[in-house]
Every structure is written in structure tokens, then in C-alpha cells.
Nanobody, 123 residues
Framework: DVQLVESGGGSVQVGGSLRLSCLVI????????IAWFRQVPGKEREGVAA???????TYADSVKGRFSVSNAYAERTLYLQMDDLRPEDTAMYYC??????????????????WGQGTQVTVS
């Protein structure tokens, strides 16, 4: 199992940028995918971007061209660079890891480790 610690959230104006970080603590040998999700109260959790050992990088259509995900294995950190932020990007952002499979990487159910979340507010 791994522990995930997100940081970097905050309040930003429309059109601004933020970079979220997810520190992975523990055994990373069995990570198949690592991903960012977001959730607004009363709505389902939505996949934002994922990196998988097989299958590469996947983005939700709503963030393509604005968000970029990258990982730094030496730092055990996953980053989410968010540019041209919009009010609809306001949400709690979560980092997650799955240790089996890699299909449908933006679906939350297969992910078995989650961080506590970091709030992003765009206004």
C-alpha cells in the first residue's frame, strides 16, 4: 500500500495557473496507474488525468490543452500543471493509485489508494 499526500491547491482568478503535487509514500513497485480526480459536492468523482505503465497518459476532454500531468520518479511525485483555469475547474482534487489493470484509467472504481485531497477554487 501507498500513502498519497496532495498539495498545491488554492484560490486563483479565471485564466490563472496552479500546480498540484502528489507525494507517494511507500512501495511504488506495484503501481499500474497514478491519476488525478476531482469532485464537487453532490457530484460524482471525475477523472482528470492519468499516467499508466501500459497505456501512457490520458486526459479528460474538459482539460485537454489546459492541464498537463507529469511524474518525477526520483522525487516520488506526480504533478498536475493547470493553466487557463475556469470556474468549472473548481473542485477538490485527489491523487489516486491503482495496482491492477490499466483500462479506463479515468474511472475511479479500480483505484485502491487515495489522498486526502486539495481544494482548487477558480473565481
Amino acid at each position: 500500500d501507498v500513502q498519497l499526500v496532495e498539495s498545491g491547491g488554492g484560490s486563483v482568478q479565471v485564466g490563472g495557473s496552479l500546480r498540484l503535487s502528489c507525494l507517494v509514500i511507500g512501495n511504488i513497485a506495484n503501481m499500474n496507474c497514478i491519476a488525478w480526480f476531482r469532485q464537487v459536492p453532490g457530484k460524482e468523482r471525475e477523472g482528470v488525468a492519468a499516467i499508466c505503465r501500459l497505456g501512457g497518459t490520458t486526459y479528460a476532454d474538459s482539460v485537454k490543452g489546459r492541464f498537463s500531468v507529469s511524474n518525477a520518479y526520483a522525487e516520488r511525485t506526480l504533478y498536475l500543471q493547470m493553466d487557463d483555469l475556469r470556474p468549472e475547474d473548481t473542485a477538490m482534487y485527489y491523487c489516486a493509485v491503482r495496482t491492477s489493470g490499466w483500462t479506463r484509467p479515468l474511472v475511479p472504481e479500480p483505484y485502491n489508494s487515495w489522498g486526502q485531497g486539495t481544494q482548487v477554487t477558480v473565481s
